[in-house]
């Protein structure tokens, strides 16, 4: 991919949009004191699956499509949420990767989205040399609350815009919206395991992932919970790389989150066992749990892991009649 992209431009667009569409949405706006603007589609709102779509969009830059399909009964009666991308590495390591903490006092939320691009402090933006000179600034924030204006201010000073050029958008996990965007991570979730593994992410020229989205959670551990095990061990993620066929086969095995020593139980009870603290849950768990590589190079393809409905419907709390 071009190292200078204009993510955050991309994402201003759907922005802009959605403030247009807020009725038609369930979703809201508000411009906080310092000119920052905060767009709200599940916090306050109702919100529902079309805002989480685009909500998914804006986090991916518009690199990606996100669409909702019948349920495949083999996992369970939940829609699918699918997403495809011609430009993953656009997409999803330079934005939609929740790599940035945002944290002031008592706020805290994982910030991911295009404004990282614009901030580009991180090790995988980094490595791939990517940098943004759009003039704006978009994040999705996972949080239950409405951020104030030194959040917006803080971002502000690290992407290095101005506060009325600073677009959030916000939703707690447990909300619909939240669900739909943290599900249509399936592919981010495969990409990031093989940067830790070394493989090229430049070889990798598009992606499709699936995943089940769960039903809303009545709390932040069950929403963060339902919506990990959607990918953890519902997700199946298709990716079509140029690279030799020894170089797949040495990582494509390691990639699956079967290969974690946290896997085999709902993630609840993983993050509560490590007392909900994130960062303690062993980081290779965090990958979809069934992966296929097609290399176009030789024609051949590989499919590691399984995906897991006996565990989809613990978590999901499904009832059966």
């Known amino acids: 991919m071009n190292p200078i992209v204009r993510l955050n431009d991309l994402s201003y667009g759907i922005c802009?949009?959605?403030?247009?569409?807020?009725d038609a949405w369930r979703i809201s706006s508000q411009t906080l004191v310092n000119g920052a603007t905060i767009i709200d589609f599940g916090v306050q709102v109702t919100g529902g699956i079309l805002a989480g779509q685009n909500l998914a969009r804006i986090c991916?830059?518009?690199?990606?499509?996100?669409?909702?399909?019948?349920?495949?009964y083999s996992l369970g009666p939940w829609p699918m949420i699918q997403v495809y991308t011609e430009h993953p590495v656009a997409a999803c390591m330079a934005s939609q990767y929740a790599g940035w903490p945002v944290k002031r006092e008592k706020f805290f939320a994982m910030g991911s989205g295009p404004m990282r691009a614009k901030r580009g402090r991180e090790p995988v933006l980094e490595s791939l040399g990517i940098s943004d000179d759009s003039n704006v600034a978009v994040g999705v924030l996972e949080c239950d609350t409405?951020?104030?204006?030194?959040?917006?201010?803080?971002?502000?000073e690290?992407?290095?815009?101005?506060?009325?050029?600073?677009?959030?958008?916000?939703?707690?996990?447990?909300s619909v919206a939240g669900a739909v965007q943290v599900v249509a991570r399936s592919i981010e979730t495969s990409l990031h395991k093989l940067f830790e593994l070394g493989f090229p992410l430049p070889s990798i020229v598009g992606g499709h992932g699936a995943a089940p989205l769960p039903p809303p959670a009545m709390d932040f551990v069950g929403g963060i919970g339902r919506t990990n095990d959607a990918v953890l061990y519902g997700a199946h993620v298709?990716?079509?790389?140029?690279?030799?066929?020894?170089?797949?086969?040495?990582?494509?095995?390691?990639?699956?989150?079967c290969v974690s020593k946290d896997y085999g139980q709902p993630f609840a009870k993983t993050?509560?066992?490590?007392?909900?603290?994130?960062?303690?849950?062993?980081?290779?768990?965090?990958?979809?749990?069934?992966?296929?590589?097609?290399?176009?190079?030789?024609?051949?393809?590989?499919r590691w892991g399984s995906r897991r409905p006996?565990?989809?419907?613990?978590s999901f709390g499904e009832q059966t009649h």
């Open 310 to 314: 006996d565990i989809l419907q613990s």
């Open 146 to 156: 409405i951020p104030g204006a030194e959040i917006a201010e803080l971002i502000a």
């Open 60 to 72: 991916m830059a518009d690199r990606a499509k996100v669409t909702v399909h019948p349920a495949d």
């Open 158 to 174: 690290e992407c290095k815009v101005a506060t009325d050029k600073v677009y959030l958008c916000v939703a707690p996990t447990r």
């Open 16 to 22: 802009k949009s959605a403030i247009g569409h807020a």
């Open 238 to 257: 298709t990716l079509w790389v140029e690279s030799d066929d020894d170089q797949i086969v040495e990582v494509g095995s390691k990639v699956p989150s």
């Open 271 to 302: 993050f509560e066992k490590y007392d909900f603290d994130f960062y303690k849950v062993d980081p290779g768990l965090f990958s979809p749990a069934m992966l296929t590589i097609v290399n176009l190079k030789s024609g051949r393809s590989w």
